[in-house]
Structures are given as structure tokens and as C-alpha cells.
């Protein structure tokens, strides 16, 4: 696969800006036509999240993330004439993606997209959860792209994933990039593995509803990020943080938009179910509201979205303070914004350094403090973080790859984009005012393939090649008429004959 992946990235570093948009188009047409069709197979296959939702978050990750990008080009060379520099872009080559079993689909597509966007092939390995809706959505990707003129392989799925097998992948020589999205695990895998990675760490978003904030906005806002997809997304709030002079008033707007206050008995039935041994009951990621009540001995009722769950002080030890993938939120108050930010302070201590917070507020300075003193690097304002910060239903670039930057162990700090799987090549000239760079107007060492795509050139030896798909190829009889084979072909004759001469004469 990876051999096939880098001949193909090879092939596809030549094409031309209006190529790679033919392909890249094509691509994200297919996967948006896909997206119920994916969504309601990944949900059905993992168990985990809401099939409109994931519908939602496959459409902004395939046509979404090709309108965001629209107009900029990754492809051709930059000519800044100002400073005498001539800037060339070099694709990474060949890209590992891992994908989650969360957010299996949405990653798939947005993670090939990027890829082919900067002219890079990828091989997709998914989470063994989430296999068969991740390597179906796959394949579809390929063939579209093939279709569209890419390189035979220039996208591949593992179909069967294992943890030797992708170690293998990641150390390989022939991968140029991994692109790691999972859990902690994963991440510190991919970073061990000798290749360069792109890694994200977890999440464990505080949100804090100061005394300014829009109440009966906040808690709506809250309450539909929580339940959305059921919180599989790292970016969902996990600790909300409020002032006590709102506290009342936030929790009767939660409990009107479809949340269940619990009380002090339910909190702790619902802490023992969720964190039995002091981790995680990973049960209980992506499922909904009224099931994990059901499993904690909890009466709710079946319209319950999203479980609070009060406790008192944000501490390691207290585990409602950490992370939890499904639509349960912990909940403190404090007597005031300060002591707020404080609180949130010490949330991302416990999990989540660099990745991201929220805070529903109108004051100015308070959300300066706020973003100032809490170590994140995104911070969603008075919109719900799952799709805030993520950069659903803000400016933000749209990611399914959070990046948490130097605080949070990570080598990117950005929402993950086109520009990371790729370099710049830069010929500078002379600075002196003397020495004249001549005009690059117009020049564009690219071009856009002609003809039909060959398909990838598997030895005759190599019995254990899988069988290159005929639709994804050119038929025989022309790719034996292609000239450029041929006189390759000839060149491998003349020297299999000069080499055999040379043994006869010994």
C-alpha cells in the first residue's frame, strides 16, 4: 500500500492548480452525496452519536471544508517581488491518516480532502471500531478521485487495522507524515514511531456563564452543544463553571431547552456507573442521555438530552471534573467571574491543556481575562464549543484534527489545515537594490495530465499485490500502446541483455 501510495504521490505532485480543483470538487460531491448514507452506517456500527448530527459534521467536512478553502491555492508557485523571493510548494509525499472511532467519517473525509488539496497521497487507517464505515467512505473517495484524473492509490484504506500492523505503517520509511487523531495512546504512538507526526492531545473543555451573560441564550446554547452528537465531539463542554448570581436562573433555562438537574443522590449513583475503577466507563461514550441515566439507575425522562451533575470543588480527584464523551456535564458555581477563571484554570489542569474553552459572557474584559489566564489556544464566545471551536458555526478553520500546540504536547497549535501537509521551497535572491530578480510572471512548472491516469505499475513477482481495480485504470490494450511504457520497457530489455553479456564473458 504504501509502495502503490508513494507512486502515486509521486505522479500526483506534477498536476496543475485546475487539476487538483477537478479532483478535489469531485471528491467532496461525492462524500457530500454520501453523508446520511455514512452517518447512519457509522452509527451503526459504532454505537455511538446522533445520525442527523453526524450527517451534519460529514456535509461541513466534505463540500463545507472545499467552500471554507475556495479561492486559496496550495498548488502554484508565489512570487513575492517586494522581497526578491519565489516561494514553490512540496507536498509531504505520502500522509497516514488515523482515524477515530468517534468521529470515524467526518475524519475520513475531511483528512483526504486536505490531502488531495496540497497533492499528497493517503492511506487511511481507521479505528478497528469504526472499520467498515471508515474504509466504505474511503473507498468511495478513491474512486471518485480516480475518476476525476488522480493517480491510481492516491487514496487506500487499511480494511483490516491492527495495532502491529499500523505501528508497522507509521515507522515505514515510505510514510512521509502521520496525521494522528485518538486517543492519548495513539498520539504518543505516532510521535514515538521516527516519522514526522501531527498529533492532537485530548480534551476537557471548561465553560464558564458569567453574571453578564445572556442566560436564557447560554443555557439553549449549552445544552445543544452537549447533546450534539451526542458529545463524541473533543470539543463538547465537560465542567460548567457559573456565578452564583445566575446559578438559579441558568439552571431552570437548562432544564426548559432538555436538560436534567441532578440531585445530590443521582450525582453520586451517576459518578460511581461512569468512573467504577476511577477511569472512564467507556460504555458510556456516545450514547445518549437517557441510557447512561438508565444504566446508573436514574429515572429521566426518554426526551432527556443532557445529565448536570453538581459537585463542589474542581479537583483530579473529583471525576466529574474530567473528560467524558457523552452528554453529562459536570457543574460548579463560584461567587464571582475571577474565582470563575480560576476554576477553569484548574479544569484544564486536570485535562485538556492547549486544546480549547468556552465562556458565555458580554463583558469585554472578562473575556480577555478569561482568554489570557486559561492555557487553550481557541476559545469559542457565546456559541456552543462543540461546534465553536471546531469551527462549525464559527470563523474558525473547520477540523475534525484539533491541534493543542507546545502546552498540550502537540506540533500544531491550530485547527488542523491544508497548509500543515505541506513545505515551501524558496529561492531567495540578492537583497541588494543593485541586483535585479528577473519576472516569474506566468511561469508554473505543474501541469494538468493528459490522457487517462495509468494505473499503478505492480511487478510481475509480486504475488501478494492485491489486483488494481479495472475501473479505476486504463484498459490493457492502451496502456501497452502508451509509448512512454514501451520505451521503458525497452530500456529494461537492453540492460537484462548487456547484464547477461557481461556474465557470459566472465
Not at 12 to 37: C, F, K, L, P
Not at 356 to 370: D, G, K, R
Not at 466 to 488: F, G, H, W, Y
Request: some cysteine; hydrophobic content about 45%; proline content about 6%.
Amino acid at each position: 500500500m504504501l509502495e502503490r501510495a508513494r507512486w502515486a504521490a509521486r505522479a500526483y505532485a506534477d498536476y496543475d492548480q485546475a487539476a487538483v480543483s477537478a479532483i478535489t470538487t469531485a471528491v467532496a460531491d461525492a462524500a457530500y452525496g454520501a453523508a446520511e448514507r455514512f452517518a447512519a452506517e457509522a452509527v451503526a456500527e459504532t454505537g455511538m452519536g446522533v445520525v442527523a448530527d453526524k450527517v451534519i459534521k460529514n456535509r461541513a467536512c466534505s463540500r463545507g471544508i472545499l467552500d471554507y478553502y475556495r479561492g486559496q491555492d496550495f498548488v502554484s508557485p508565489r512570487v513575492d517581488t517586494v522581497n526578491k523571493i519565489v516561494e514553490i510548494p512540496r507536498p509531504a509525499g505520502v500522509v497516514l491518516a488515523l482515524t477515530p472511532t468517534t468521529n470515524p467519517v467526518s475524519t475520513v473525509y475531511f483528512k483526504v480532502l486536505l490531502a488531495l488539496m496540497t497533492r499528497n497521497a493517503v492511506v487511511v487507517a481507521p479505528h478497528p471500531r469504526a472499520k467498515q464505515s471508515s474504509a466504505d467512505a474511503a473507498r468511495l473517495l478513491a474512486d471518485a478521485a480516480v475518476a476525476a484524473g488522480a493517480p491510481d492509490g492516491i487514496v487506500q484504506v487499511v480494511e483490516e487495522p491492527s495495532i502491529p500492523l499500523v505501528e508497522a505503517l507509521m515507522a515505514d520509511e515510505r510514510t512521509d507524515v502521520i496525521v494522528a487523531t485518538g486517543g492519548t495512546g495513539v498520539v504518543r504512538a505516532a510521535y514515538s514511531s521516527g516519522t514526522p507526526a501531527l498529533g492532537v492531545g485530548p480534551g476537557n473543555v471548561p465553560v464558564l456563564v458569567d453574571a453578564s451573560a445572556d442566560i436564557t441564550a447560554a443555557a439553549k446554547r449549552i445544552v445543544d452543544s452537549k447533546a450534539f452528537d451526542n458529545s463524541v465531539l473533543c470539543t463538547n463542554e465537560s465542567v460548567l463553571i457559573v456565578e452564583d448570581s445566575v446559578a438559579d436562573a441558568l439552571r431552570s433555562a437548562m432544564t426548559r431547552a432538555g436538560a436534567h438537574i441532578l440531585d445530590a443522590d443521582a450525582t453520586e449513583r451517576l459518578r460511581a456507573y461512569m468512573f467504577a475503577d476511577g477511569h472512564l466507563n467507556t460504555d458510556v461514550v456516545g450514547r445518549d442521555a437517557a441510557w447512561i441515566a438508565g444504566q446508573a439507575g436514574i429515572r429521566v425522562t426518554p426526551k432527556t438530552r443532557v445529565l448536570v451533575a453538581p459537585f463542589d470543588h474542581v479537583i483530579s480527584e473529583e471525576m466529574l471534573a474530567h473528560e467524558k464523551l457523552s452528554p453529562v456535564i459536570g457543574m460548579t458555581t463560584v461567587p464571582d467571574a475571577a474565582r470563575g477563571i480560576r476554576a477553569a484554570r484548574a479544569v484544564v489542569r486536570i485535562g485538556g491543556a492547549g486544546h480549547s474553552a468556552a465562556i458565555h459572557s458580554e463583558n469585554a474584559s472578562v473575556i480577555t481575562e478569561f482568554a489570557t489566564q486559561v492555557p487553550v489556544l481557541r476559545v469559542s464566545v457565546n456559541v456552543g464549543n462543540s461546534t465553536g471551536s471546531s469551527g462549525l458555526e464559527t470563523n474558525l478553520a473547520p477540523s475534525m484534527t484539533i491541534g493543542t500546540g507546545f502546552v498540550g504536547r502537540s506540533s500544531i497549535g491550530e485547527n488542523l489545515r491544508p497548509d500543515n501537509l505541506m513545505n515551501w521551497a524558496r529561492i531567495a535572491y540578492n537583497s541588494a537594490p543593485g541586483v535585479a530578480m528577473p519576472s516569474f510572471a506566468g511561469i508554473d512548472p505543474w501541469r494538468s495530465p493528459a490522457g487517462p491516469v495509468p494505473e499503478y505499475p505492480c511487478a510481475s513477482n509480486d504475488r501478494g499485490a492485491p489486483p488494481v481495480s479495472p475501473s479505476r485504470s486504463a484498459p490493457a490494450a492502451r496502456r501497452a500502446a502508451d509509448p512512454s511504457i514501451e520505451a521503458l520497457r525497452a530500456e529494461l530489455r537492453a540492460l537484462v541483455v548487456e547484464e547477461l553479456a557481461q556474465l557470459i564473458k566472465r
